[in-house]
């Protein structure tokens, strides 16, 4: 790669910013967040079965049933050598088990029309089941299985990892990712989601189906698993698919514990030539620990910022498909930009003035209300799905303490002020790391500035 790495603050001197010290799903450049409660939340509880930790909500609306099951660590469990290996497992999983040899596995969920999902995240890896009250039992013997006893055959492992590998080449070729990497990288350098769980074209090819089974044997342990039922299924139900299918798995000794802060850096520019009709402008400033007090003014001083930016660059001027300020809902939290556009000359100018708005909080009390009451609306209307408040029980147990501290969070959010916005954008917003994948000579006038 021919890269450039550049003072970015001369980008901002024109504008007047000044430098502020500060310390400090991920959902990316196109991603969303998810977080939903409910005022008095009745429906969940949380207990334990043979030392894992179970945290349901009933539902006996409908007879849909959601389990995610979070492997905990994420990116903390792997090597940049080892990437990719968990979700290499459980997707290598779903092609033969103790009890469901070969392709019996797939064949036996697909008679219950239930679906077995994977997603490797910078803090778990969630092995999702979506199924219905009737098919949970038949389900959860496949799910349980591919879990507990995966055959792992090097003939499954290395189909497995030819799709991957197909998966990461394609990604290589969109615009979008290649940023969306880029910015990772320079942005987490030094810090545990340097390593993405995921994956590179390098790590999934350096990994045999030795070392898979290797890693399920050590890794796949009790200690290691929260469980999350969202949907129409009763507790005993549960406890007794617990007990009957997890019981086998050894406990381990993992702890969970929030990630360090990302570090902070000078803010700087990363440039990526690329002769491309459209350019990408991307970029990640840290932020707060999830159970911060900074955390909610900080969340909220991001969307603000992805407000102004969609208004000035998209909305009214037209200058970018989309344009907006990507949230990572991590352990150790950041926030970011992003724009598509053909003309980025005009554009960074646009963006350090967002930021110097939010900076300088330029709105009055009642619209920051006003937005903060729109903005957990929208919390809410995400969230409408069992799978995405299973995430958001998930994210408030191990983020903020306790899944209970869901409540909590939307009454601190309406606590935040404009001097809390005011404060938390200075001490946080001030050292982006950007990255430009794009035609450098849109935008030669800028950099001279």
Do not use: C
Request: hydrophobic share 40%; charged share 20%.
């Amino acid at each position: 790669m021919d890269l450039r790495i550049v003072s970015a603050w001369g980008l901002f001197a024109v504008l007047g910013f000044a430098k502020h010290p500060w310390r400090g799903e991920r959902t990316g450049f196109g991603g969303t967040d998810q977080i939903a409660a409910t005022a008095v939340d009745t429906a969940t509880e949380s207990y334990e079965v043979g030392g894992i930790r179970i945290i349901q909500r009933h539902n006996p609306a409908n007879t849909a049933v959601v389990v995610h099951i979070y492997l905990l660590g994420g990116a903390r469990q792997v090597t940049s050598a080892t990437a990719g290996i968990e979700p290499l497992m459980l997707e290598s999983s779903g092609h033969g088990t103790l009890h469901y040899p070969e392709g019996e596995a797939l064949d036996a969920l697909a008679l219950t029309g239930s679906t077995i999902e994977v997603a490797a995240e910078m803090d778990w890896t969630t092995f999702e089941l979506g199924t219905t009250t009737e098919e949970l039992d038949s389900a959860w013997a496949v799910f349980a299985d591919r879990l507990v006893h995966p055959t792992l055959d090097p003939a499954a492992v290395e189909l497995v990892r030819a799709r991957m590998l197909s998966a990461r080449r394609l990604n290589s070729s969109r615009p979008d990712a290649v940023l969306d990497r880029l910015a990772d990288s320079v942005a987490f350098t030094g810090h545990p989601y340097e390593v993405n769980p995921i994956g590179t074209e390098r790590s999934l090819q350096s990994i045999t189906p030795a070392e898979v089974k290797r890693y399920h044997a050590d890794q796949v342990v009790k200690s290691r698993l929260l469980v999350l039922v969202v949907g129409n299924a009763s507790r005993q139900h549960v406890e007794r698919l617990i007990r009957e299918r997890l019981a086998a798995l050894p406990q381990g000794n993992y702890s969970w514990t929030l990630p360090p802060p990302v570090p902070v850096r000078d803010n700087s520019m990363t440039i990526l030539p690329r002769r491309l009709p459209t350019n990408y402008i991307g970029g990640y400033y840290p932020g707060p620990l999830a159970n911060s007090e900074d955390f909610p003014a900080f969340r909220l001083a991001t969307e603000l910022l992805s407000s102004m930016l969609y208004s000035e660059i998209r909305a009214e001027r037209g200058l970018s498909y989309t344009a907006y300020s990507p949230f990572l809902e991590l352990g150790a939290s950041a926030g970011g930009v992003y724009a598509s556009t053909t003309a980025p000359d005009k554009v960074f100018p646009l963006i350090a003035s967002g930021m110097s708005d939010v900076f300088y909080a330029r709105f009055a009390g009642f619209e920051l209300r006003r937005f903060v009451e729109q903005f957990i609306t929208e919390y809410y209307l995400r969230n409408e799905t069992s799978a995405g408040q299973a995430d958001y029980l998930a994210r408030a147990e191990l983020y903020r303490g306790g899944w209970r501290h869901a409540n909590k969070f939307m009454e601190d959010l309406r606590a935040v002020s404009p001097a809390d916005v005011r404060r938390v954008a200075r001490k946080y917003m001030g050292h982006v790391q950007y990255v430009y994948v794009g035609d450098t000579t849109r935008m030669k006038q800028y950099m001279r500035q």
